[in-house]
Each structure stands twice: as structure tokens, then as C-alpha cells.
């Protein structure tokens, strides 16, 4: 099944649902379940930005602000309804009302910034979240500084019993919303619009002498893209019960670009992808090296560079072959077992390597012992060195030699497959 | 990071469903620690785990606590992010960790008070303590005080407070510059210092009164150098850290303005390294601690700082971290039982030997360690000089006096809510 | 005190005149926009010719001051001063050879993030190999001495040589570009990108010179600024946005554009905070009274104390008004 | 027969250099007319004007009872007047289908609409169908539109200038680069689509020209020398003189 037909499926958007369901009973801790629900978060996020960046061609550093925002307001209303100043508002429903709020903002400030597109557009944008972030540290009485605001989400009357007070049940919430918003998103990439989006981010030029505002097209876009920002915003505020300014600052805005591109901006469940393993990754990476900023860095440049699809440009690259044949999938398999042994190889060494060094540099109590695999090492050793040394070589070898094999089938199994097509 | 935490990592993390496992009683009492170990300011929380297992190290050595139980350290990172620091939290009580410990970051600290605050009042059967080491707001044992919250540290207004005690002790200071940065911690410095100089240097005029846009993000300090200078300053007061005190002490000392310093942390080993000591002699750098290992009056702790010297290459900065351990310790001891409200029950009140003869005591009305604190200054003319990744700075701090307890106890608003 | 109004209170109090504090603003702005032109000569020359923003392009900055730090420990300052920057461009031309090209086939926004994650990059290798803690570089001590004392401030010869050395790099760029048979392909590059290639000269060899010497350039300014500013793994992205800033207001294609944007912001940084205007007044032009919590933030906001945060403002209104810069003659 | 199209002391300099100097053109409707001239005669440029892409420097342009002068592309698009492009300008990602559906939706009313399914409006899917089957691109349409072959692309450009029903177009040399075969293919396309409209095509091949135009203008260094049927051109000395030289059919 093709992508398209994959997800116009209403099978997929099942399982879907199943998994978003099913997920508290294998990962029922604390821990398990705030991950799990950052998780749902991360992927309303990024669908909504890369229906700026994938759908719409418009590439923002600052497009948090619309997430935090929506935060800011969130965790302010239901401060205001426990101290009775507003009317009461459903819990369960608040995302809709901090997305609202996040779209007057978009429209509003995507007026100005998505005149033009490009890099005018990105630099924009890298201005307005600049000025954003700097307010709320300046604008102490909204926004309390770097310390941030915080809400209790049990407020108001408890139907049926839910008060978002559990772990399991504010998950649940996240879950749903998730769903709900990811359901929206897909379809909107079906409709009118969203296909006019994706005419003006391949040919604005064009779009425009078929009778569509290409201004008003990135317009509509970036206020849609908003709007479900700030569903995933306010889920966040929900889930943590806390906003602080790095909710809108620029490194979060650069994450869900990361996480976006990372997982692919071409296809609907890239951004899917990316947010469930990049926000997976932050949580475990971190046990384990302080480097983790560096390889996830890595990562994203050589996907810039040699993958430009993303992962899940690599995976459905695959899509003209099982739709003809899966069968012949199985023929890559021992190519790519081999290719992908000496990646490893060439990365147990290289990544080795950059841990002593980091190592090497960081120890400040000078005696440069460090656990390496599971080895006690002492880095003024030089046999660790030479050891990692001569690993990432024959790994690096191994992908010089592994590499083109994986080309020439890959070629031969595509051949094979438009060979079958044709006749 | 060694092969048994990251074993036990695994295993808390697959067994984190099952949260509450039966303790033996060879079974060390563990802390989490929640500090930033990647990202930019990784450097500091490393130095705080080094800290922290040091001390616990010397508990160790005696026999542990509830007779033969071991104190262990475990690190939980939060990446400098206050919902990271919410999630190790939870991922410490999954482990069945009952005593968090962080000090990094105000906006981490409020998130975990909240968050321990609301996870007690959920499941009262699996309470957590919160050890507060360093994140100094002061509404942290006022209006945002907690039973479940101990802060060993002295709050801003407590640093201000002896800054000003001292300032006004010094006849040379006439005219001072305040510049703070523009955020809730450096608006709390601000008003602190407006405060405390009007009631404890009378004699003092505040010649001028600056916010900067905070983090790093001033590159160029010589406008606020020129403005020192036209107001005739004689001294900074500043509450500034990181980049945004590097940059103005730089400036300063480069611009030959002949005024002193006084600083919540310019003393920090990173900053002073940094600024280079030069311009730190430039500024007359004054620190406000909470004592100075280098004093006569630490004789009986010598042995100690020295044994950490030996072993990090660099001089024991943050003493708090040591009385925060050995009064934990006290407390278990005397609670009995690794059980959170016991052990905070047990805290409250509690008196702790502190520098120059005076004792410390955990105000058990906000929390608020009650202590003495001690105003230095750096100087070449030192008995021991400062020891910084192995390298001498040629500098230490001097001691120039100290505020006693009874000055730095201040009012609370705190009503305490205890379970 | 009713001439001080606007005027820091301070400098006013101490009776010095409105030209004085604006002669001062100009010089103390001139000083540090120097260092910005610095940064921003070399991304305007990349950016114009080959279209790329460079997120990386302070990031080269801070190599530059960490070689600086290494190398003037080993064999002292003034070899750093040429080595340094060398160092940087060569990896420069090697990132753009190997790196930047292969993403030039996906576009603009390909090759920003390319460079963004690019920072990322660099900025974790610093970490790795120079720890995360600041360095202790510092001034040569042989240019460590007071040049000229002017209203009670120290100056030191370090920073009238810094002066002097951004305002020969100008000079010598200046000339490069209108004297020398190089400068003449650059300058058609800058306005006529693909009719270079047209000319028979090789676009790509062109391109991986440019971004070399770009980057030097940002080096240079890395080995000069580093010891003022202080050298620490945070310095480019504090700085970084800010060069991107000078040259979207200064224009594409103009060396001239990006000198009169730095000292511009060079200046606007020092007047805002020198006298400190306050926004009071402004804000109660829209009647925000000091009555409500943020009302009170907004009325006691002051130049001074959003002054960083201005740069921002004047190039997103310039993007939104005049898209080409203030000398710029190519839109964005 | 009525004027569909006027342009009236039309002018466009870049910067010291004029472009159009001065061109006074009227079309009327139904007729199909070429523009004709040497390279850099501004026959790009002049479309680019009417189309809306430069901003004119003086004079007016009038579709029926529009002043059309400096409106912006998408307007004039809307107002009925479409435009194909010289080098070929597609939606190279999307399929030939949905090329050609992004050339109907505004025409049928979708405009922004982003509550609706696409694929649920019969009517844009109907249109859709009959335009790819005009241009012969029917058994093609899955395929995308950068991997189909150059004479396919052409005529997938012709199919997205015509799919919003446009009754006033403008071709940009439809049929440049072309084999003998593929231009047949081509101006017999043209011929089909163009019942009912108004036609302008600029075009260097004299024999298309020739077969399709009713009217022929012939610009030279941004003016319009001569305007008249075909016959007469091809006896105007001042044509032959500044254009045309001895290599005319």
C-alpha cells in the first residue's frame, strides 16, 4: 500500500488510536507516562511545524513562541479560574482555547512575516523570537522570568471523576488531543488548500497565475501551523503544570526543527518519527554521554547532507518496490545487514574515540579515568586509543567497502522493479 | 558515571512500575541529585556530583547512617530544562529515591517544590524531600514555602543584606552602582539592595540603577563602564553571574575605573578564572560566602578541604554542600527510618556548627538554614592560595569580616502547611 | 533638573553636556561596531555570493578565539593573529568543499540548516575538545597599557588596535574588491550570481575561496574579540544572531552596507543604554498606567534595559519595510 | 467583434534602460493573435506586464472593462486572463494530475478552503479529467510532472495555463526546443483549446505562426513596427527591413 493509501486507511489511524491507548499498560510509571506524554506533545509540534516547513516551505527559528505562548495562557487561566477571576472552562477543552490564542498571535504576526517566503521569512522569524523570548524575561509580572509560572490543573468540577490529577489520566488527555490534531493535520493536507500550500512551496511563481495569493496561501498556513502549535503548547502546560521561557526560546524552536527534519519533512509521518525517537533519545541519550548534543548535531547535518528526506524518506524510498513486490525487499536485506554492521563498527570506534576525548577535556579532576563500554580505562593508557583507533578503520573500511554493494543492488532491485512495472 | 549506575539505571528504568521496593538493610539510602549534567553549563553540576559524593564519601567513612547504611549519589540529569527536571523526579520516586537534592537554577527548584508539593498531597504513602542547595529566591521559604523543602543555602535577601552589613562598615564606600540583570533573579537583587542599603548603610548614596538584558546576550559593557564613571561611583554592587559579570568586570578593569566590587558570585572559581586575575585584583572582587575554608577559624576542617584539594585539584568552594550532607545525615540518624516526613520533622531545628564560633540552624518556621556568612576579598597576600583545575591563580580571598547569624535572620511570611 | 530630560541621570548629574554623552556613544559605538564589521564583512561577501545565510559564520569566531588561545600560549600573540585565522579558513573551505556543496543542489533553506546544525556542531567539538568552561585568554600584555584617557575612561592600546586593525581589514577589502581582477569577479558575483559561471571562471572553486576567506575574516574578529569578550563555548550563538542582524539591515552585496550596519549598532547599543531613554511616556501614550503588575513592567521599561533586544526590532520592520537592506541592491 | 485586451503608451524601464517603449496594442476577442520579434525585442517582458510579474513604468493596460495596470498576477488571473511561460514552469513534486487540478481549483470556487476533501469535489475532479485528456495527458497523470519528457511538459503547461478557464491567453513560445513532430503535436493542441478564446502566442517558428495567427504584431526594440494579418506582414517592407532580413519564408 502506498503512503497516501496507507494513511487514508482508517485501519492505520486505528492502530493509531490503539497504541496511543494501550501504551500506559507496559509504561505505567511516573517517569514512563511524563515521557510517553512528552511524546504526544513533541508530535502535535512537529506536525504543526512542518506544515510550515514540509507542506508550506517555510523554514522558522522561532516558531516556538507560539507554542509557549499558548503555555503562558494556559497555566494563567487556570490560575484564574482557581482564584475564580474567569468563568470556568473544561480542562479537557483548554487546548482549544490556547490554540485560539496562538492563532489571533499567528494571524497577527504571520501578516507581516510571511510576505515573502525563504530567507527573509527565517530571519523574520528568528527576530520575532528573539524579541519574544527577550520579553519574557523582562515582563516579570506575566511571565516571571526564567523561574516561569506555574498551574494546578485541578481546578473546577470532576466529572466522572477525571481530574487530570494522575499521571495516567492528563496522559490520556495528551493522547487524545494528539490524535484529534494529527487527524485534522492529515486532513487538511487533503483539501484545497493544502494542496495550493504545496504549490506554492514548489513554484510561488506559478501558484500565483493560477489565480491563488501566494501570501494569503503561507498566511492561512502559518496561522493554521500556529493554531496547532498552541494545542501542543497548552498540552505541554498541562502535562507539567509549568511554563518557563524556554518554552518559546530559540533552542526549542531549532528541537522541533531538528525533530521535523530528522524524521522528514516530505512525508506526513516523518515529523511523527522524529518526534517519538528524538524525544525518546533526549531522555535516555543523556544517561549515558554528556556528548549527546554533539552526535544529535551529527545526526541532523549528515541527514541534511546525504538523506534530505529524512528517515522516513529513506524508509518509503522503498515504496516503488514493495507496491511491486515485497518480495523482492528481501533481496536488500543481507546488503544492508552488511552495510549497516559496518556503520556500527566504524561507529563503536569513531564514537569511542570522541568520548575520551570529551573526556579528556571535561575531567577536571585530573585523573582521566573513565568507563568506556563497560571498561574501567585510564585515558593516559594509550592502548584504549590505538584499540578504538583501529576499530573505527576496518569500520570505515568495512563502509568503503559494504557501501557500494548496498548502491549496486539497491539500483539493481529498483531496476527490477520498474522493469516489472513496465511490462 | 560507573558501570553499577548505569547497570542500576537500566534496571530502575525497566522496574520503574514497580516504584516502591523493599529496602534492605544493607541497602544504601540514595539521593537524587538533579543538576544539569550535558548541555552548557554541564560543567557545573559535574562539579556539584564531585561535591556531593565527597561529602557523602566522609558520612560513608564513618559507618554510613541508621547504623550501616551507605549514602549514594545518584545522578539524575536535567539539562539545565525545568521540565526535565520535573521528569527526573518522577523517574527518582519510580526508583524509589525518597530525597531529592538540587541547588541549580531557580526555575528547576520551583518546578520541583511544585511538583513534590502536589505529588505529596497525591499518594501522602510515598512522600519525597526536597534538599535545596543552592537556588536562593527568596519567596522559596516565603510565600512559596513548603514543608517538604529545605534550603541550606542563604536567599538572596540574606546575601544582600551582609553585603550591605559590610558596606556600611566600610568607610570607603560612598557612592554605589547597582547593575542587575533583568530577570525575576536579578530584580530580586535590585530590590534586595535598595532595601538593605537604606537600613543597614545610611551613609551610603545608590548613584545609579541598572537592568541589563540578562545571559550573555550584552556583548559590549563600555556604555554601563561610562555611566560608573559619570556617576562618580566608588563601588559596584551586582548580582550578576555567568557572562554579564565576566563582561563587566573585563570592562571595567580595562576602562582603569577605580572601583571595588561587590558581588553575590563573582567569587564563583569559573568566573575568577575567567575574568583572569588581573582584572579581578582591578575591581577589588568582594564574594559573600557562607565561610572561607582558608580561615583560622576551620582549623578542624583543614584535613578535609585538604583531602578534596588532593583529589579535584581545586580549593572546596561551596561548603553548604558539606553541612548539607552531614546535616541530612544528623537528620535520618535521628529519624530513625529513611521515611521523608521523619527525616523532616528531624531537620527542623536542627543546629549545625558553623564558621567563627556560631552555630547554624534550619529555621523550622520557612525552612531557611539561619547562618553567618562571611564577606571576602580577593588578594595576592593570602596563606593559601586559590587552586583551580590544577592551577594556581597566584590570588585567594581574604577575609574582610563576617555577619553574624542574628544579623541575617530575617522576618518570614511563610505559614507553613505540615501534614 | 530640567535639561536632563532623556539624558541619563547620572552622566547628567555629573554636569556633562548632550554632545558630550553623544560624542562618547559615537566613539564607544564606533569601537564595538568595528568588531561586528568584523563578523559581518565576511558573512555579507558569503551570504551575497552564494546566497547562503551562514548560521555557522560565529561559530568560526569563536575558532578563531580558541586557536587564538592555544596558539598565543605556545608562541604568543602576534603569530595567532595570522595563524589563527588561517586555520579557520582552511577548515572553512574544507566544510564548504565537502559539507556545503553537496547541499547546494537542495537549495537555500537546505543550506541553512546545514550551517544551523553546522553551529550545533561546532559548538559541542569546542566543548569536546576545549572543555565547557570559559578560557583564560587575554590581552597581550604588550598592548595592555593606557593609550589615551578620555572622560575619566581608559583606553587601552589593545582596543584603538583593534580599531585600527578592522578599520585596515575595510581598507584592504575595499581595495581588493574595486583594485584587483579578483575583486572585480566577486563584485559581478555580488550582483550577477550566475553570470560568473558564464564567464568561464569556475563557480564552485570560487565559492569554496569565498567561504574560506569569510570565515577567516569572522576569525580574525574571534582573535581580537575573544580576549574582551571572553572565550567560552556560548559565544557564538550570543553573538551570532546579532552579525545576521547587521547585515539584513546593512544589504546584500555591500561591504559598505555592513560597515554602516555594525557601527549603527554599534552606536544604537551605546545610546540606548547612555541615555537611557525611558518608555514610560510611550507606553502611556497607549494609556498603560504603572496601576496593573504589567502595566508597571511596561512603564518601567528604559532603553537601557532592552537595548540588545532593539537590533531585532529595526531588522524585523526592515525585512517587513525595505526587504533589500539599507544599501542592499538584491532583496533578501 | 470587441477589444478584449488593450495596451495603451506602454512602458517599462529597468533602471536606465528602456525595455517597452511606447507599445499601443489592441486584441479582440476571439481573434488569435502572435507577437513576433527579434531576441531582446521585449516579447517576454510585454507579457510579463500584462500578466502582472513587473510593474509597468507608465501607460495602461485594460482586460475588457478592467484597468488591469499594475494589479498583482493573481488578479488578472482571476479576471480571466492566463498565461503559459518560455521556460517551462511547473509543479515539479506534484503529479501531472494534481498539476493540472492546482490550475482548476480557484476557477471552481475552492479558493482557500481548508475544511473540504479535495478529492471530494466532483466537479474540480471531472474538469481535471477533461484538461488531461485536451492535452493528451491522461494515461500519464500519476507520474510527476519533473520526470515526464520535455514535449510532455510543454503541454502540461498549456493544460495548467487553460485549466482555470481563462478566455483570454497568452502563450510564451509553446513550442521552443521542439522536433518537427512535437510542434505539430503542439500547434494542433493550441488550435483545439483556443475555440471559443483569445489567443496570444509569442512564438519564433514562422510556420506556426503563420498557420495559427489571424493578427500578427511584430515588436522591435520594445515597439510594436507593425500589427496586421498575416498577409499584409508578409509584404510589410518595414518589417522585412528591421526584422525579418532575406531569410523570411
Redesign the interface.
Known amino acids: 500500500m502506498s503512503m497516501k493509501g496507507l494513511l487514508n486507511n482508517y485501519g492505520v489511524w486505528m492502530v493509531a488510536a490503539l497504541i496511543i491507548l494501550l501504551v500506559p499498560i507496559p509504561f505505567g510509571s511516573g517517569f514512563a507516562l511524563s515521557i510517553a506524554s512528552q511524546m504526544t506533545i513533541a508530535i502535535v509540534f512537529a506536525l504543526a511545524y512542518n506544515m510550515l516547513l514540509g507542506q508550506g516551505g517555510m523554514l522558522s527559528f522561532g516558531h516556538a513562541i507560539f507554542f509557549g505562548l499558548a503555555g503562558y495562557f494556559t497555566i494563567h487561566y487556570l490560575n484564574w479560574m482557581g482564584q475564580g477571576v474567569v468563568s470556568y472552562f473544561p480542562v479537557s477543552l483548554l487546548p482549544l482555547l490556547g490554540g485560539l490564542v496562538s492563532m489571533v498571535l499567528g494571524v497577527l504576526i504571520g501578516l507581516v512575516s510571511t510576505r515573502r517566503a525563504g530567507t527573509t521569512f527565517a530571519m523574520i522569524s528568528l527576530g520575532f523570537g528573539e524579541m519574544v523570548t527577550a520579553l519574557t524575561l523582562i515582563i516579570v509580572s506575566f511571565f516571571n522570568g526564567e523561574e516561569g509560572i506555574q498551574g494546578d490543573r485541578w481546578v473546577g468540577p470532576e466529572p466522572l471523576g477525571i481530574t487530570f490529577g494522575s499521571d495516567v489520566q492528563v496522559y490520556y488527555l495528551a493522547g487524545a488531543w494528539c490524535f484529534a490534531a494529527a487527524v485534522a493535520m492529515y486532513a487538511i493536507t487533503r483539501t484545497p488548500f493544502g494542496r495550493m500550500c504545496n504549490a506554492v512551496r514548489d513554484n510561488p511563481e506559478r501558484a500565483q497565475f493560477v489565480g491563488y495569493n501566494t501570501q494569503r496561501v503561507r498566511w492561512l498556513a502559518f496561522t493554521l501551523s500556529a493554531f496547532f502549535s498552541g494545542i501542543a503548547g497548552t498540552l505541554h502546560a498541562l502535562v507539567f503544570e509549568h511554563v518557563g521561557f524556554e518554552t518559546v526560546d530559540i533552542a526549542r524552536s531549532g528541537f522541533v526543527l531538528f525533530m521535523v527534519y530528522i524524521g522528514g519533512t516530505g512525508t506526513f509521518l516523518g515529523p511523527v518519527l522524529g518526534a517519538v525517537l528524538i524525544t525518546w533519545l533526549t531522555s535516555i541519550l543523556s544517561n549515558f554521554t554528556e556528548a549527546w548534543y554533539l552526535y544529535f548535531g551529527i545526526i541532523f547535518v549528515t541527514i541534511v547532507m546525504y538523506a534530505p528526506g529524512g528517515l522516513a524518506g529513506l524508509i518509503f524510498m522503498h515504496e516503488p518496490i514493495w507496491l511491486t513486490d515485497p518480495r523482492l525487499l528481501r533481496r536488500l536485506l543481507w546488503p544492508y545487514a552488511l552495510g549497516l554492521a559496518s556503520v556500527l563498527v566504524a561507529l563503536v570506534g569513531i564514537i569511542g574515540e570522541m568520548e575520551m576525548i570529551y573526556h579528556l577535556s571535561n575531567d577536571i579532576t585530573g585523573e582521566f579515568v573513565m568507563n568506556l563500554y563497560g571498561f574501567d580505562i585510564s585515558l593516559r593508557n594509550t592502548v584504549p586509543w590505538v584499540i578504538c583507533a583501529i576499530i573505527g578503520a576496518i569500520g570505515l573500511a568495512l563502509c568503503r567497502k559494504s557501501f557500494p554493494l548496498v548502491a549496486q543492488h539497491w539500483h539493481q532491485v529498483m531496476h527490477e522493479a520498474r522493469e516489472r512495472v513496465l511490462q | ?3 553499577s549506575y ?1 547497570r542500576k ?1 537500566l534496571l530502575g ?1 525497566l522496574l ?2 514497580l ?1 516502591v521496593l523493599p529496602a534492605y538493610a544493607a541497602e544504601p539510602v540514595r539521593l537524587g541529585l538533579i543538576e544539569p ?7 557545573i553540576g ?2 556539584t556530583l ?1 561535591n556531593f559524593n565527597f561529602a557523602v564519601e566522609a558520612v560513608n567513612k564513618r559507618g554510613g547512617v541508621l547504623g550501616g547504611r551507605m549514602i549514594e549519589m545518584v545522578p539524575l ?1 536535567n ?1 539545565m ?3 526535565k527536571s ?2 527526573q523526579v ?2 527518582a ?2 526508583m524509589g529515591i525518597r530525597v531529592v537534592v538540587q541547588g541549580v ?3 528547576n527548584a ?2 520541583i517544590i ?2 513534590v508539593n ?1 505529588h505529596n498531597k ?1 499518594n501522602p504513602d510515598q512522600t519525597v524531600l526536597y534538599l535545596n542547595h543552592a537556588a536562593v ?1 527568596t519567596e522559596f521559604t516565603n510565600e512559596l514555602c513548603s514543608f517538604w523543602h529545605f534550603r541550606f543555602d542563604a536567599n538572596v535577601d540574606m546575601k544582600v543584606a551582609a553585603l550591605a552589613t559590610q558596606m556600611g562598615r566600610d568607610p570607603k564606600v560612598k557612592n554605589v552602582y547597582l547593575i542587575n540583570q ?4 536579578g ?1 530580586s537583587t535590585q530590590e534586595a539592595s535598595n532595601k538593605y542599603l537604606a537600613e543597614r548603610a545610611k551613609h551610603i548614596k545608590i ?2 540603577d ?5 545571559f ?5 559593557f ?6 560608573i ?4 561611583a566608588d563601588t559596584v554592587l551586582t548580582g550578576n553571574w555567568g ?1 554579564d559579570i ?2 563587566l568586570v ?1 570592562a571595567v578593569a ?4 577605580n572601583v571595588q566590587f561587590y558581588t553575590l558570585y563573582g567569587g564563583l572559581p ?2 575568577v ?2 575574568v ?1 586575575t ?1 582584572d579581578g585584583m582591578a575591581v577589588h572582587m568582594k564574594q559573600v560566602t557562607e565561610q572561607l575554608v582558608e580561615d583560622d577559624d576551620r582549623k578542624d576542617l583543614q584535613p578535609y578541604f585538604e583531602s578534596y584539594l588532593d ?4 580549593t572546596w568552594y561551596s561548603d553548604r554542600i558539606r553541612f548539607t550532607v552531614e546535616m541530612f545525615a544528623k537528620a535520618i540518624d535521628k529519624a530513625g527510618k529513611e521515611d521523608p516526613e521523619a527525616i523532616a520533622r528531624a531537620l527542623e531545628g536542627m543546629t549545625f556548627p558553623g564558621p567563627h564560633g556560631q552555630t547554624m540552624v534550619m529555621r523550622p518556621d520557612d525552612h531557611q538554614i539561619q547562618l553567618p556568612m562571611v564577606i571576602s576579598e580577593m588578594s595576592r597576600d593570602v596563606p593559601k592560595r586559590f587552586i583551580y ?2 592551577k594556581d591563580l597566584g590570588i585567594g580571598w581574604k577575609t574582610m569580616n563576617w555577619v553574624s547569624r542574628e544579623d541575617l535572620t530575617l522576618p518570614t511570611t511563610c505559614k507553613m502547611e505540615r501534614p | 533638573m530640567a535639561g536632563c530630560v532623556g539624558l541619563s541621570a547620572a552622566l547628567c548629574q555629573e554636569g556633562v553636556s548632550v554632545v558630550q554623552v553623544l560624542l562618547f556613544s559615537l566613539f564607544n559605538g564606533l569601537l564595538y561596531g568595528m568588531l561586528l564589521f568584523m563578523l559581518s564583512s565576511g558573512l555579507t561577501l558569503i551570504f551575497s555570493m552564494m546566497g547562503v545565510l551562514n548560521f555557522a559564520h560565529a561559530s568560526f569566531f569563536m575558532l578563531g578565539a580558541y586557536f587564538a588561545y592555544e596558539i598565543s600560549r605556545l608562541i604568543g600573540f602576534w603569530p595567532a593573529l595570522f595563524f589563527a585565522p588561517l586555520g579557520a579558513a582552511v577548515i572553512g573551505a574544507v566544510i564548504e568543499r565537502y559539507g556545503l556543496r553537496t547541499v547546494h543542489k537542495f537549495g537555500h533553506v537546505a543550506e541553512l540548516l546545514f550551517t544551523f546544525g553546522l553551529a550545533f556542531v561546532i559548538e559541542e567539538l569546542v566543548q569536546m575538545i576545549w572543555g565547557k568552561t570559559n578560557k583564560p585568554y587575554l590581552i597581550p600584555s604588550s598592548m595592555d597599557f593606557t593609550l589615551f584617557t578620555w572622560q575619566g575612561l581608559d583606553y587601552s592600546a589593545y582596543r584603538v588596535f583593534m580599531l585600527l586593525t578592522s578599520v585596515g581589514i575595510f581598507v584592504a577589502l575595499y581595495w581588493l574588491l574595486t583594485r584587483t581582477r579578483v575583486g572585480l569577479i566577486i563584485q559581478a558575483a555580488l550582483s550577477h550570481p550566475q553570470m560568473v559561471g558564464a564567464l568561464g571562471h569556475n563557480v564552485p572553486r570560487i565559492f569554496m575561496y569565498t567561504f574560506g576567506f569569510g570565515c577567516g575574516l569572522a576569525a580574525i574578529g574571534g582573535v581580537l574579540g575573544g580576549n574582551v569578550l571572553g572565550t567560552e563555548p556560548a559565544m557564538a550563538i550570543q553573538l551570532g544572531p546579532i552579525v545576521f542582524v547587521v547585515i539584513v539591515i546593512g544589504g546584500l552585496g555591500s561591504l559598505g552596507g555592513a560597515l554602516i550596519a555594525s557601527i549603527f549598532i554599534g552606536i544604537l547599543t551605546n545610546a540606548a543604554v547612555s541615555y537611557d531613554v525611558p518608555f514610560g511616556p510611550f507606553f502611556a501614550l497607549f494609556g498603560v498606567s504603572s496601576a496593573t503588575d504589567i502595566g508597571n513592567d511596561l512603564v518601567r521599561m528604559t532603553s537601557g534595559s532592552v537595548s540588545s533586544v532593539l537590533p531585532y526590532l529595526i531588522m524585523v520592520l526592515m525585512l517587513i519595510l525595505r526587504p533589500r537592506g539599507l544599501f542592499g541592491n538584491r532583496d533578501v | 467583434m470587441s477589444a478584449v485586451l488593450e495596451l495603451e503608451h506602454l512602458r517599462k524601464n529597468f533602471g536606465a534602460t528602456e525595455i517597452i517603449r511606447g507599445v499601443d496594442l489592441t486584441i479582440q476577442a476571439g481573434e488569435r493573435h502572435a507577437i513576433i520579434g527579434p531576441n531582446g525585442a521585449g516579447k517576454s517582458t510585454l507579457y510579463n506586464l500584462i500578466s502582472g510579474l513587473h510593474e509597468v513604468t507608465s501607460g495602461k493596460i485594460r482586460l475588457r472593462n478592467h484597468d488591469i495596470t499594475n494589479r498583482r498576477p493573481f488578479e488578472i488571473n482571476r479576471l480571466g486572463l492566463s498565461r503559459s511561460f518560455q521556460v517551462t514552469n511547473i509543479f515539479p513534486r506534484m503529479s501531472v494530475f494534481e498539476n493540472v487540478r492546482c490550475g482548476v481549483l480557484w476557477s471552481m470556487g475552492c479558493k482557500y478552503s481548508f475544511w473540504r476533501r479535495v478529492n471530494g469535489n466532483v466537479e474540480v475532479q471531472q474538469r481535471t479529467e477533461e484538461i488531461l485528456e485536451s492535452i493528451h495527458l491522461a494515461d500519464k497523470r500519476h507520474i510527476p510532472a519533473s520526470l515526464l519528457p520535455y514535449a510532455d511538459q510543454r503541454a502540461l503547461e498549456i493544460g495548467i495555463t487553460i485549466a482555470g478557464g481563462a478566455d483570454v491567453v497568452l502563450l510564451d513560445e509553446p513550442t521552443a526546443g521542439m522536433s518537427h513532430t512535437e510542434t505539430a503535436r503542439v500547434v494542433a493542441l493550441i488550435r483545439e483549446i483556443s475555440q471559443h478564446k483569445t489567443l496570444v502566442v509569442v512564438e519564433h517558428d514562422m510556420s506556426v505562426v503563420f498557420d495559427l495567427a489571424d493578427r500578427i504584431s511584430v515588436l522591435v526594440y520594445g515597439e510594436i513596427i507593425a500589427s496586421d494579418t498575416p498577409d499584409n506582414i508578409r509584404g510589410n517592407r518595414a518589417v522585412r527591413e528591421a526584422y525579418l532580413g532575406t531569410d523570411f519564408v
Open positions: 558515571m560507573n558501570t548505569l539505571l528504568t520503574g512500575g516504584s549534567f550535558s548541555g552548557p553549563i554541564a560543567s559535574l562539579e564531585d540529569d539539562a530544562n525545568a521540565e520535573t521528569q518522577k523517574k520516586i519510580d537554577g531557580s526555575s520551583i518546578n511544585e511538583y502536589k497525591r529566591t533583568n530577570y525575576a533573579f530584580k548613584v545609579g541598572d537592568l541589563i538584558v540578562p550573555g546576550k550584552v556583548q559590549d563600555t556604555p554601563y563602564v561610562a555611566k564613571k559619570g556617576a562618580n557572562p565576566i563582561r573585563k580595562s576602562a582603569g575605573l569559573t568566573t578564572n575567567a583572569g588581573e583529589k579535584f585539584k581545586r583545575e590544577g
